[in-house]
């Protein structure tokens, strides 16, 4: 029987990884593949299961005890010996992943054996300079990079036969692909234009508007950054129930976390690398802090403004569903009616601040009283820019692409 090993983040909540039960497991299950060597399920039977073993790995290297750290990481060691026999693995790094010694690690385990990386629909393997890191160990010689589970099966499915004939018909298959392509792992953008480099965009607009699916345009075809105050925030929550609560009785976040937010993010890019913020800062205290970085990072920003009427707004809000997943936003009664993920299969849910009235109500009145101030704040600058949005996702994109070429 030809097996594979599938992995997940490490050091991460166990929920949120790949080793969760998931259309690629089901579809290799079906076609009589095996898993084997899934450290989740290793540590678990060893009492130690990854909810815990991950918070006193990361507690022990925080505080320098290397010792300690690596007679833990034998636990993990330990169930990567069966690896060596899997035909082929399956992984998606995350977006934090960090590069470091548990991950080279592993790396060195994992060292010859075909690999297919599933980086997210919108690339979000690729977000941050560690989880880059991280992939370029993952996609060596026989690795190949995916944007989704669909993808991975799609491309098993074309080629079951060689699959089916273990590692070495399978490594000889990727060298092939990666022969006859070199940049075939480079996910080139192919809306990219050297007239991006450097460029910050700032998207402001009614709930609805659709600053997220804009945003994650500009980083699927045009190779940007993406900062999402609202998932930021919202992943920030699950980890803070505190915050998360308040989030989502529809509150604005502390100022402080927003400008560390904001900072930590623009610290990490590279000079020549384009940014786009959905949707923050939201305050003008906010405003003028993003200001000052970006001064200091000598980027000026152009702010656009995508304007929809408050009762499109509301109707939008209503039909709302997101992946917890992939992070896509949809819209429409049909999701609604039918909450399942267009791209992963997962199940779709209302944003917790979106579902109750009172919440709604405080979204739109902070909007109607921080909001435009700060647009009116980037305006006093000669930054703002307004655009029609009740027209379609490509009728708007294709406006803001020609902001950005101007």
């Known amino acids: 029987m030809v097996t594979y090993y599938r992995s997940g983040p490490i050091e991460r909540d166990p929920d949120a990884s790949f080793h969760t039960q ?109 989880s880059t890191f991280m992939l370029r160990m993952l996609t060596d010689r026989y690795g190949l990079v995916f944007d989704t589970e669909n993808d991975v099966i799609d491309f098993i499915r074309n080629h079951i036969e060689i699959f089916r004939k273990g590692r070495n018909a399978i490594r000889e298959l990727i060298a092939d692909i990666k022969r006859a392509d070199h940049h075939i792992n480079d996910r080139p953008k192919p809306l990219w234009d050297e007239k991006f480099e450097g460029k910050t965009v700032i998207l402001y607009g009614r709930p609805g508007c659709g600053k997220d ?62 940014i786009v913020f959905s949707g923050s800062p939201k305050k003008i205290r906010e405003a003028r802090g993003l200001m000052k970085i970006l001064t200091l990072l000598n980027r000026r920003p152009t702010v656009i403004v995508i304007e929809i009427n408050e009762n499109l707004s509301n109707q939008r809000i209503a039909l709302r569903r997101n992946c917890d997943s992939c992070e896509v936003s949809y819209c429409g009664k049909k999701f609604v009616e039918n909450p399942v993920c267009e791209q992963c299969g997962g199940p779709l849910t209302a944003r917790s601040e979106n579902m109750s009235r009172e919440a709604i109500k405080k ?32 009728e708007i994109f294709d406006d803001i692409i020609g902001i950005l070429n101007r």
């Not at 299961?49 to 034998?74: A, C, F, N, T």
């Not at 909001?371 to 655009?387: P, Q």
Request: aromatic residues 10%; contains cysteine; charged residues 25%.
């Open 213 to 274: 699916t804009q945003s994650r345009l500009l980083q699927r075809l045009c190779g940007f950054k993406v900062f999402g105050g609202g998932l930021e925030l919202r992943q920030l929550g699950v980890k803070f129930p505190i915050l998360g609560h308040s989030l989502s009785r529809g509150n604005l976040a502390p100022e402080i976390i927003i400008n560390y937010l904001m900072a930590s993010k623009l610290m990490k890019l590279e000079q020549f690398e384009p």
């Open 363 to 394: 979204i739109f009145g902070w909007y109607e009283t921080d909001v435009k101030k700060v647009i009116r704040h980037f305006a006093s600058f000669g930054l703002v820019i307004y655009i029609d949005g009740n027209r379609s996702i490509n």
């Open 22 to 130: 998931n259309q690629v497991d089901e579809f290799l299950i079906k076609e009589g593949f095996e898993i084997i060597g899934d450290p989740f399920e290793y540590l678990k039977e060893k009492g130690c299961p990854q909810v815990e073993y991950g918070v006193k790995l990361k507690r022990l290297r925080d505080r320098g005890l290397i010792y300690e750290y690596s007679e833990k990481e034998l636990l993990l060691i330990m169930s990567l010996r069966k690896v060596r026999q899997a035909a082929f693995i399956i992984s998606r790094p995350s977006q934090t992943a960090s590069g470091g010694t548990t991950s080279e690690t592993v790396m060195s385990w994992l060292k010859g054996i075909p690999k297919l990386v599933i980086i997210g629909r919108h690339h979000e393997g690729l977000l941050d300079n560690d």
